[in-house]
């Protein structure tokens, strides 16, 4: 009668029978192995795992020797019909070649004189007359452009917008910024230049050296995009015409004048009402060359064999790569992002891996799949899912993807630091939702935080991570994660900050949603469609 209650209970909550004892293998990720993981993938050594470095093949060097103490089976064939752990892949670099600028006998930096928004091609150095176009606005009322020709020449201007004598804003007439100021005000003045058949733009964003490299710090992530990576060799999107950040000190050089001088004129802009015409003018000359080169990087899988179904495969995930050195030499190691999923893939990898050798190991197959390249465009994940799975797409049944766990975010600070936000759960199949609802309620006991899986949300959150590239092909997926904050991407992202009580809860609950699906009778049924 017992036997008959405890298989009655289990049916209806949607668990096998089988299930039962898995809490036993639960138990085996824990915090403090996580930590021990985490400290040796998010360490100064690592030199922050950028994509196709040292640092990212050290790390995959790394989980493949994790999976093999476990005894997960290499699984990728190799070119001389051995299995191994590592999936190589090439990548191909767009990058910066020579890039410079020459003004008053003086040569100018990438990255230490000048940042650039936009990706420019001038593979010869071209000179350029220089001129000073005060704040480069173009308004009826103030029009820094009025009776001047600019055409074919390289115009210097201030960043920002004029106030006025009661510290309003000029142009707008309230503290409120118009199109020309704020954050994005350079990209009004540099289309308005455009316009007006200037060759170059430069903007002064920042005063001193030092003001400059809070703005390269501000910017580095954005700066690395033109150090792209692509999976395909091709051409790019670029332009001749450039839109620089520059320093008062750079400025000056342009301008054939002294720092004074131009302190001077800037100083009586912003006492006038109206645009001053200034005289200030020199040269300046530029080169900006772009370059194609190949980078080697990998994706790291181990594979767990099902019992009487393992011709199907649940993928369970992570990236381990992050985006390596900033330009000022700060190593942003990345322990959140995504070092926190990955060591939860090793855990959960070990738990089923003991499970396995205990005689109770999973009806369906699991690949483990940790991935980089996902700070470059979820290019790991998209050269399996796209290029070269490694087991034929059509017999995955699910990706269950971890990124940035065990960090409480600002939405949830003095509230519930025992929450994770579940992402994509009912996007493909009813029955991942419900295993997922059913498994927590049992189990984790989670809040289960749906903020981010409205699909109305901004943050589009369900296509910036590397299920998206198996749920395009319509694999049902679950993206966990617990939110965004201040250290994403700085420096800061270091292992002091993790909560690796939460980072635990986190994985047992990814390790009890996967348990299910891979002992249930029926495979994921995929009847929804909300993408």
């Known amino acids: 009668m017992m036997y008959k209650q405890l298989l009655l209970g289990a049916s209806l909550l949607g668990l096998p029978f089988l299930s039962f004892g898995q809490e036993k293998f639960a138990t085996t990720i824990t915090a403090a192995d996580l930590e021990k993981h985490l400290r040796i993938l998010a360490a100064d050594d690592m030199e922050g795992r950028e994509t196709g470095q040292p640092g990212q093949r050290k790390a995959a060097e790394y989980i493949a020797s994790q999976f093999a103490a476990e005894g997960l089976k290499p699984i990728v064939k190799t070119d001389d019909g051995k299995l191994a752990y590592q999936q190589q892949f090439t990548l191909f670099k767009k990058g910066w070649g020579e890039f410079y600028i020459n003004a008053g006998g003086k040569k100018f930096e990438y990255l230490k004189d000048f940042l650039v928004n936009g990706l420019l091609y001038l593979p010869t150095e071209t000179k350029y007359e220089s001129v000073f176009v005060g704040y480069g606005i173009g308004e009826t009322n103030y029009d820094d452009y009025a009776g001047r020709d600019v055409t074919g020449k390289a115009v210097v201007m201030l960043d920002g917008e004029p106030k006025s004598a009661d510290d309003k ?37 920042a005063e001193s050296p030092e ?30 015409v450039g839109v620089f950040m520059i320093t008062s000190e750079t400025a000056s050089a342009l301008l054939g004048t002294s720092a004074a001088t131009l302190s001077q004129v800037t100083a009586q802009l912003a006492q006038s009402a109206k645009p001053i015409t200034s005289s200030l003018a020199g040269s300046v000359s530029v080169k900006a060359d772009r370059v194609e080169e190949k980078a080697q990087s990998s994706n790291v899988l181990g594979f767990i064999e099902g019992t009487d179904k393992k011709d199907e495969i649940l993928v369970i995930s992570a990236h381990y790569d992050h985006i390596g050195i900033s330009a000022d030499g700060q190593v942003n190691n990345g322990a959140n992002d995504d070092g926190s999923g990955t060591v939860s893939v090793l855990e959960i990898a070990q738990a089923f891996a003991k499970a396995k050798a205990a005689g109770k190991g999973p009806r369906r197959s699991i690949l483990f799949l940790t991935v980089s390249g996902e700070e470059k465009g979820l290019l790991g994940s998209e050269y399996y899912a796209d290029m070269s799975p490694v087991i ?24 519930s630091e025992n929450y994770i936000y579940v992402i994509g759960s009912d996007k493909l199949s009813s029955d991942l939702h419900k295993i997922s609802e059913a498994a927590n309620q049992k189990y984790a006991k989670m809040e289960l935080d749906y903020k981010y899986n409205d699909p109305k949300d901004p943050e589009r959150i369900y296509y910036r991570s590397d299920h998206y590239n198996f749920a395009k092909h319509e694999i049902p997926i679950i993206f966990y994660f617990n939110g965004l904050h201040a250290d994403y991407h700085r420096p800061t992202d270091d292992i002091e900050k993790i909560d690796f009580n939460l980072a635990e809860r986190s994985a047992r609950l990814v390790f009890y949603t996967a348990w299910e699906i891979a002992n249930r009778d029926q495979r994921l049924v995929v009847d929804s469609h909300k993408q």
């Not at 804003?169 to 005000?185: M, R």
């Open 392 to 415: 034929p797409l059509e017999k995955t049944v699910a990706d269950l993807n971890i990124d940035m766990v065990g960090r409480v975010d600002d939405l949830h600070q003095g509230k």
């Open 211 to 240: 003001a400059f490299k809070q703005l390269l710090a501000q910017r580095s992530a954005l700066q690395a995009r033109f150090n792209r990576l692509t999976l395909k060799p091709g051409a790019e999107n670029v332009g001749s």
């Open 169 to 205: 804003l000029l142009i707008s007439g309230t503290n409120q910024a118009s199109k020309w100021g704020g954050p994005n005000g350079w990209r009004a003045k540099s289309l308005l230049a455009k316009e007006k058949g200037a060759a170059q733009v430069f903007i002064i964003s």
